[in-house]
């Protein structure tokens, strides 16, 4: 089940059925490399880059690994025409899109051979999803950091399960054996982690980001953003609190929100300031308490959800 026969190992040909979120500023070459080194899927997050320093990352990641790696599209990003020219150019085998409806792009990556995993946080977009001819679907739940849905991946996951015939991946607030033997029962046929691989030791973000990962607790996360129709998980911390603050004033503009939110995921991620940055997080974050590699981590959550199981591996 999660490795005998599991639909996505096949379709991808990928060892484990465990992908790595493609986290913006943080998924870069050397991140996804290590995952699909390890046996997951790594992706590179286009969210950061201009087709340009997209196609340098994906050239890189070849370099690092024979194996399959993938790009993420992030729909609502300056760059996302650009970064879909390039993947098809690359001839990148899978790609999975976020934070919107990947209706225009379908024809072009499909056509260009392409397989699109769509991450979705509702019923009805896994659906369209499905009927655009996405292979999978990564269902979201709200225990995700970043930019999340309405909906939590206990309820999500078995839902969007029913309601398609394409293999589901569970992602938010999985981060250990437990939570993957957990998403399986769910019916999904693998998970995807982006807070587990935030501490892993060949994910390049700044130390005091990394600290503070490891020092979160259950309770240490809050979504901001839902005036501005992005709400987005991050760690607790000076900006958010005063985010918080500025969003319940009704005299608040958008624009004056839009701007206090831009480039504060480059700050904590480059910089290290987790005082004024956004340092996105998901609600696991209190179980990941070790700076693991890609190949540990991975190796550990598929060990212990097979055993969970009572599958041999
Ligand atoms: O996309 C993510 N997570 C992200 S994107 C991101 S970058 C960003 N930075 C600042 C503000 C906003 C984004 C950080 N984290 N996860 C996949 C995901 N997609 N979660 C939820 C959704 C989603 C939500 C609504 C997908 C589609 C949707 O509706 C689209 C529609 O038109 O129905």
């Not at 896994?126 to 309820?155: F, L, P």
């Amino acid at each position: 089940m999660i490795i005998k026969d599991n639909p996505v190992c096949g379709m991808l040909g990928i060892d484990y059925p465990v992908f790595q979120g493609g986290m913006a500023w943080v998924a870069d070459a050397e991140l996804a490399a290590a995952v699909s080194n390890a046996g997951g899927l790594g992706l590179i997050a286009a969210m950061n880059s201009n087709g340009e320093q997209l196609r340098e990352q994906i050239i890189k990641a070849k370099t690092l690994t024979d194996k399959v790696f993938g790009v993420n599209l992030m729909l609502m990003s300056p760059y996302i025409e650009e970064a879909v020219n390039v993947v098809c150019e690359e001839k990148v085998k899978v790609v999975t899109t976020g934070a919107g409806n990947p209706a225009k792009y379908m024809e072009q990556l499909k056509g260009a051979g392409v397989k699109v995993i769509c991450v979705v946080a509702s019923v009805a977009l896994a659906v369209m999803c499905e009927r655009m001819g996405a292979s999978a679907v990564v269902a979201e739940g709200c225990e995700s950091g970043g930019h999340v849905g309405e909906t939590t991946t206990m309820a999500l996951v078995p839902q969007v399960v029913d309601a398609v015939n394409i293999p589901v991946i569970a992602a938010g607030g999985i981060a250990d054996g437990r939570g993957m033997a957990a998403a399986f029962m769910l019916g999904a046929s693998g998970v995807q982690m982006g807070t587990r691989f935030l501490t892993a030791k060949e994910c390049n973000i700044h130390q005091n980001y990394k600290e503070k990962v490891l020092k979160a607790k259950d309770i240490d996360t809050i979504v901001t953003g839902k005036k501005l129709g992005h709400p987005v998980r991050a760690l607790k911390n000076h900006m958010t609190r005063e985010f918080a603050k500025m969003e319940q004033n009704p005299e608040t503009t958008s624009d004056e929100l839009e701007a206090m939110g831009a480039g504060a995921l480059r700050r904590a991620v480059k910089e290290g300031d987790v005082k004024d940055g956004s340092c996105m997080c998901g609600q696991i974050a209190g179980l990941v308490n070790d700076e693991l590699t890609c190949k540990e981590i991975v190796e550990s959550i598929v060990k212990d959800a097979a055993e969970l199981i009572g599958e041999r591996i």
